[in-house]
């Protein structure tokens, strides 16, 4: 049992970490590569097209896509009241710098585990999660980056409105056509790569700065991530595969988007304190995320 649970693990953390470690030996070596291109394919086809075939390639349901995007509301709540705590007591701003704590890396590097460790259920049910933490990104993240509240930013997404139309067919059980389904699941499995390599030069660029105020920040990140995880599994009673995309989901380091978001809307400051946390927590991940993995696939099999 032990063996085939380690296999397993080895199976599903393994391509994700080596992706990444492309990603930051191709930024290292290559320190003047323009990533605008990878961007702008990833954030306006490629993850459009992973989040559109996530959706409506499974056996997902309207009310279980509901269900999650509450739950997914649910924990960025409850991370919300001690963020702004711990901010408070390090000095820091807690409106500012609050995006990195409670917006998780659900997509570069959640949805990949979710895929590798369940399936195409557990591909449904991360990127119910993912969507919403999008959503979120382009809402409350530019709301905190900016402390202004705007929808220009969010009317002129791409993943918004293949989520809106991915929410229609589901309520309406209207079955996408499999040819639409066969290139969005090209386009989208392309993207995973994209998107794991694209995080691994962005995070070969970034700089850590106060260390210790940092270490706080990202452990806070990802020791009350699982601890949220668990309680939302065990107030909703959550089984099987759901239970674990839910704790891998929620234990999952701070999301590079709020450090695009700061670098956009936020003071330099801010931006750089961001983007400490977003590298020193994911580089703690690689330690963190094989445990959670472990625990999801042990008792949540």
Same mark, same amino acid.
């Given at each position: 049992?032990?063996?085939?649970?380690?296999?397993?693990?080895?199976?599903?953390?393994?391509?994700?970490? *080596?992706?990444? %470690?492309?990603?930051?030996?191709?930024?290292?070596?290559?320190?003047?590569? @323009?990533?605008?291109? !990878?961007?702008?394919?990833?954030?306006?086809? /490629?993850?459009?097209?992973?989040? *559109?075939? &996530?959706?409506?390639?499974?056996?997902? @349901?309207?009310?279980?896509?509901?269900?999650? /995007?509450?739950?997914?509301?649910?924990?960025?709540?409850?991370?919300?009241?001690?963020?702004?705590? #711990?901010?408070?007591?390090?000095?820091?701003?807690?409106?500012?710098?609050?995006?990195?704590?409670?917006?998780?890396?659900?997509?570069?590097?959640?949805?990949?585990?979710?895929?590798?460790? +369940? %399936?195409?259920?557990?591909? =449904? $049910?991360?990127?119910?999660?993912?969507?919403?933490?999008?959503?979120?990104?382009?809402?409350? %993240?530019?709301?905190?980056?900016?402390?202004?509240?705007?929808? /220009?930013?969010?009317?002129?997404?791409?993943?918004?409105?293949?989520? *809106?139309?991915?929410?229609?067919?589901?309520?309406?059980?209207?079955?996408?056509?499999?040819?639409?389904?066969?290139?969005?699941?090209? $386009?989208?499995? =392309?993207?995973?790569?994209?998107?794991?390599?694209?995080? /691994?030069?962005?995070?070969?660029?970034?700089?850590?700065?106060?260390?210790?105020?940092?270490? #706080?920040?990202?452990?806070?990140?990802?020791?009350? %991530?699982?601890?949220?995880?668990?309680?939302?599994?065990?107030?909703?009673?959550?089984?099987?595969?759901? =239970?674990? !995309?839910?704790?891998?989901?929620?234990?999952?380091?701070?999301?590079?988007?709020?450090?695009?978001? =700061?670098?956009?809307?936020?003071?330099?400051?801010?931006?750089?304190?961001?983007?400490?946390?977003?590298?020193? &927590?994911?580089?703690?991940?690689?330690?963190?995320?094989?445990?959670?993995?472990?625990?999801?696939?042990?008792? +949540?099999?």
């Amino acid at each position: 049992m032990l063996l085939s649970i380690t296999i397993k693990l080895f199976e599903v953390v393994f391509p994700v970490f *080596f992706v990444i %470690g492309i990603g930051y030996w191709f930024g290292k070596n290559n320190p003047r590569f @323009d990533t605008n291109v !990878i961007t702008d394919f990833v954030g306006k086809i /490629g993850v459009p097209c992973l989040l *559109f075939y &996530s959706l409506v390639s499974t056996s997902l @349901d309207f009310n279980t896509f509901i269900k999650f /995007g509450g739950i997914t509301f649910l924990f960025v709540s409850l991370f919300a009241i001690p963020g702004i705590i #711990i901010l408070k007591l390090i000095k820091r701003d807690s409106i500012t710098e609050l995006g990195p704590l409670i917006l998780p890396n659900c997509g570069n590097i959640g949805l990949p585990l979710a895929i590798f460790a +369940y %399936g195409s259920n557990g591909f =449904a $049910i991360g990127g119910s999660i993912a969507s919403v933490i999008m959503l979120l990104h382009f809402t409350l %993240g530019i709301f905190l980056a900016s402390k202004k509240l705007s929808l /220009g930013p969010l009317l002129k997404s791409v993943p918004m409105y293949v989520i *809106f139309l991915s929410a229609f067919l589901l309520y309406f059980k209207i079955e996408a056509p499999q040819f639409l389904i066969n290139t969005t699941m090209l $386009i989208g499995y =392309a993207a995973i790569f994209l998107v794991l390599a694209s995080l /691994g030069i962005a995070l070969s660029t970034l700089k850590t700065k106060n260390i210790y105020e940092t270490s #706080i920040l990202s452990a806070f990140r990802l020791l009350v %991530g699982p601890i949220v995880g668990f309680l939302i599994i065990d107030y909703f009673n959550l089984k099987s595969y759901e =239970a674990g !995309i839910v704790l891998i989901q929620c234990s999952m380091p701070s999301a590079i988007l709020n450090f695009l978001l =700061a670098k956009m809307y936020s003071r330099k400051i801010h931006a750089t304190n961001i983007a400490s946390v977003i590298m020193t &927590s994911t580089a703690l991940s690689f330690i963190t995320i094989p445990i959670i993995v472990l625990i999801a696939l042990t008792y +949540y099999n």
